[in-house]
């Protein structure tokens, strides 16, 4: 991963065309999320830079892209502190802008979109989407069919009442080579078995809008020469599939120097 | 200033603010300040229309019905503790979305909304973060969104203001809706029209402003905010109002795009050059606008979407929507007998269905029920066969169409023929009915009894050899020998033209999945001079949006 665009001054010499075609239907997430999820009818700013992220590979947690941004925006800020033209810029010395959802692209003071510039007509349904949840135990045990074989003796043990599962602190965490060997109302907390339940649970199906848009989206992309390289590249061959909103929404891109 | 909103929810009660304060147009809303003053006095107004309340004691024997009124803003506080309950006769009115738990809490919140803008004194102010909570924004729910724990979503002050009076505003078609069976909730409509157009139009004021114009007109009445007192056990239901807060109110109580276009259509026929937004050509913008894009259908206990297509416009302005609804009530499906039956509800939605969308899928759901319909139908279906959807590629003119009816009609005579001659030949074999005179009303209304069912099962069986038929000259000769020996004579000539072109198979003018649907689709059609249908059909209306409440009750909602 290449990052050294950030250190070049935001000079958008070059200018792009992003043209997005959607391969399934969309859900983008307008606001009032939880209970009925409406689609936007075009994807927001965030999302394109989310997408382009996406086929760069740069999927970081929200802490360590914190820590990324800031060790770049310091050394780029140290660079170029005497030049009289950038030193109090947002590049230099800004809050990067966050979406709702708190993610905030490294791209955004060197790559700027316009556009679109037509609405394009969207058929709209109603169809059920579940998310896809992480948790720390509690949810799984007693509640998923999904487990490891090891623990077949141990859930027999808990519904005959010999051992007990929980969260509060007198519930202790044990190996998982200990497990068949408990004795009689031992306490142990959830955490000690988490690994043998699958990584996420599906939560209760949502009633959510889905989007078909008629024609591809078209939006202009102001950039720098060395972004708008990588993108160029990155969209030719993405790092991950590409979506919109919903990752259920897979788009297909293709970027265009007019 | 230039609000606008990406989700139509608070987009629409953005819309309902200025035209509920005096119409007011967008260019006089220009500061923040303005932004802010328009949402008060909206909450303020909404507050004051929340609940109502009746004062009149229902177990006086002089009360034949009772009067509603509105719970003033000072006074609203719903919830047990003040007796602001369903059991003591407070309801709320039906345009505000939120259930009775939750009530309490959404004037709480709409009152701290209130506040907060009265404390805006800059515009970053009107953007401050603020939770949406259910119950002013019946969409959301507390999410996981990345955190450990599920928690509300955030919005802007502004955004959350204009979603409560969407929640709050008597600007939106609203209905208490009987949601499943033994469940109710206030349920309404939220169009997704945009605040600005290309052409410099305002399509969402022009149908908050019709709207506001039919409840002019219709429903700020006494009678809206009556309910009627059963004089024998003293029970009365919720007023008027809670049938629909706008004129036409749909006889089957539902909420759906298709009550709202008739609505609509029937309140410009009976009011043009009457008021100020009854103007054909004005509403028929306004609903082609609305065509093809999603109706929301809104609720605390569940969201949904729904459509309509171009067509039903010109059906609700020319012909009458009403009328056709009827004409789908009093069909006779085949073996429906009783009022409840899920098989007769289920053919009154892909009715409704069919109305809605007009095309082949819709139409063949509707022809999978077997039934007879009322001759009010003839229009629906010369509308449909004349359509390009029935139509695709092939050229059906409109006379083949005309002498496809004749036939249609023909084997509903036949029928009926038979019917009634088997009906009178089964009255003269029973004991109990033959030595009775021949206009004795109980005979009389076995002997209709009899031809009802008889005619349905004749029917169904020539429905049978029809979707059997593998061939075009077998679908021909299937009926046509039929009828023959049925009635002893031939078809109508009138159907000579449409035969013709049928037995053509070759030039495929017809093909034979459009002959059968035309043939089936007439011949269900009950003939213009049928004798009246008996009382007891086997749909009624079933007034069942009803909650009937004694007095004495203390029974109290959670």
Request: aromatic share 12%; hydrophobic share 35%; with cysteine.
């Amino acid at each position: 991963m290449d990052f050294t665009f950030f250190f070049d001054p935001p000079v958008h010499s070059v200018h792009l065309t992003l043209e997005i075609d959607s391969l399934s239907p969309l859900s983008m997430a307008s606001g009032q999320p939880g209970n009925y999820y409406q689609s936007l009818r075009i994807p927001t700013y965030h999302m394109l830079y989310g997408m382009l992220e996406n086929a760069l590979g740069w999927h970081f947690a929200e802490d360590i892209r914190k820590d990324i941004f800031k060790a770049m925006q310091k050394t780029a800020k140290k660079k170029f502190r005497k030049d009289a033209q950038w030193a109090s810029s947002d590049w230099l010395n800004a809050i990067p802008e966050s979406s709702g959802v708190k993610y905030f692209s490294f791209l955004q003071f060197h790559l700027t979109f316009d556009g679109p510039k037509q609405e394009p007509r969207v058929n709209t349904y109603d169809d059920l989407w579940a998310q896809s949840l992480r948790d720390s135990g509690r949810s799984f045990f007693g509640g998923s069919r999904h487990y490891d074989a090891l623990l077949e003796n141990v859930i027999n043990r808990v519904r005959k009442g010999e051992i007990e599962f929980g969260d509060r602190s007198e519930f202790k965490d044990v190996s998982l080579e200990e497990l068949d060997k408990l004795p009689i109302d031992a306490k142990i907390n959830y955490r000690a078995i988490r690994s043998l339940f699958p990584q996420y649970y599906t939560s209760l199906p949502t009633i959510r809008e889905y989007i078909e848009p008629e024609e591809p989206y078209v939006f202009d992309i102001h950039t720098t020469e060395a972004v708008s390289a990588k993108i160029i590249k990155a969209i030719e061959n993405p790092e991950a599939p590409l979506y919109l909103g919903a990752n259920d929404g897979w788009v297909e891109a293709k970027i265009i120097r007019p | 200033m230039n609000i606008d909103f990406f989700h139509p929810y608070p987009r629409y009660g953005f819309a309902a603010a200025l035209v509920q304060d005096n119409n007011k147009q967008l260019e006089e809303i220009n500061t923040f300040q303005d932004v802010a003053d328009l949402a008060i006095s909206a909450i303020d107004y909404a507050l004051n229309r929340f609940s109502v309340f009746t004062q009149d004691d229902p177990s006086l024997e002089s009360i034949k019905s009772l009067e509603f009124d509105f719970v003033s803003a000072e006074r609203l506080d719903p919830g047990k503790k003040s007796g602001q309950i369903s059991a003591k006769g407070y309801f709320m009115a039906p345009y505000i979305l939120t259930s009775d738990g939750s009530a309490a809490n959404t004037v709480v919140e709409a009152r701290n909304l209130r506040d907060a803008l009265k404390e805006v004194k800059t515009v970053k102010d009107l953007y401050k973060p603020v939770k949406l909570k259910r119950s002013f924004a019946p969409l959301t729910a507390k999410v996981n969104n990345g955190n450990k724990s599920a928690s509300e979503p955030p919005a802007t002050l502004l955004q959350a203001a204009f979603t409560c009076i969407a929640t709050l505003t008597d600007l939106k078609p609203s209905i208490y809706l009987q949601y499943e069976k033994g469940k109710y909730s206030n349920t309404g409509i939220i169009v997704d029209l945009p605040l600005y157009d290309v052409e410099g139009t305002n399509p969402l004021l022009d149908f908050v402003r019709l709207f506001d114009d039919m409840q002019r007109t219709s429903v700020r009445t006494e009678e809206t905010m009556q309910a009627r007192l059963d004089t024998e056990n003293r029970k009365y239901r919720r007023p008027l109002l809670h049938q629909g807060n706008f004129p036409n109110r749909p006889l089957d109580y539902s909420l759906n795009a298709v009550s709202l276009v008739a609505a609509i259509g029937e309140w410009v026929k009976k009011n043009e050059d009457k008021s100020k937004y009854a103007d054909v050509d004005f509403v028929k913008t306004i609903l082609h606008h609305l065509a093809e894009r999603p109706l929301y259908i809104i609720s605390y206990e569940f969201a949904k979407q729904e459509r309509f297509s171009h067509h039903l416009v010109e059906v609700a302005l020319s012909s009458s929507i009403p009328d056709l609804q009827k004409a789908f009530y009093q069909s006779i499906i085949y073996g429906v007998e009783k009022k409840d039956d899920p098989k007769g509800r289920l053919f009154l939605r892909a009715a409704t269905h069919f109305l809605q969308f007009f095309n082949a899928a819709s139409f063949q759901n509707f022809m999978a029920f077997r039934a007879e319909y009322g001759h009010q139908l003839l229009s629906l279906f010369h509308d449909y066969f004349n359509s390009k959807e029935f139509m695709k590629d092939s050229k059906i003119s409109a006379d083949i169409i005309k002498s496809a009816r004749a036939f249609g009609q023909s084997l509903n005579r036949a029928a009926f023929v038979v019917a009634t001659k088997e009906a009178e030949e089964e009255i003269e074999r029973s004991k109990e009915y033959k030595n009775l005179p021949k206009d004795n009303e109980k005979r009389v209304k076995k002997k209709r009894e009899l031809e009802i069912r008889y005619k349905a099962r004749i029917l169904t069986e020539l429905e049978s050899r029809i979707f059997s038929a593998s061939s075009h000259l077998q679908l021909l000769s299937q009926t046509c020998v039929t009828v023959g020996r049925m009635t002893g004579k031939d078809i109508d000539a009138e159907a000579d033209l449409f035969m013709e072109e049928v037995a053509q198979s070759d030039n495929e003018k017809v093909s034979l999945g459009q002959a059968k649907n035309l043939i089936t689709a007439f011949m269900r059609l009950r003939s213009s001079k049928a004798k009246e249908l008996p009382h007891s059909t086997p749909i009624e209306y079933s007034n069942n949006a009803d909650i009937e409440m004694s007095v004495e009750e203390t029974k109290e909602d959670i």
